[in-house]
């Protein structure tokens, strides 16, 4: 879908909130698409494997997020069992 003239195209982003955080420390990751807070060690570990897999998957369909459609993106979503 193109913008109207003179707009940018609108930037997609993931985003991820952990909210299973007992231990105070502040979490942050970012990456190509993607940004991560918080949650525990291990729930920022899993949600920053699943943000990279899916990643992985939309260059996989030569696609960036913005293009994806909601049923592709659920499509992926599902494929890696986010």
Do not use: W, Y
């Amino acid at each position: 879908m193109k913008p109207p003239s003179g707009r940018k195209s609108a930037k997609a982003i993931l985003l991820g909130l952990g909210l299973d955080n007992k231990d105070g420390h502040k979490r942050v990751t970012r990456g190509e698409n993607f940004l991560l807070l918080d949650g525990s060690q291990e729930t920022h570990e899993r949600m920053t494997e699943k943000a990279i897999k899916f990643n992985e998957k939309l260059k996989s369909r030569g696609k960036a997020l913005e293009e994806v459609t909601k049923d592709e993106f659920f499509e992926i979503a599902h494929e890696i069992d986010m």
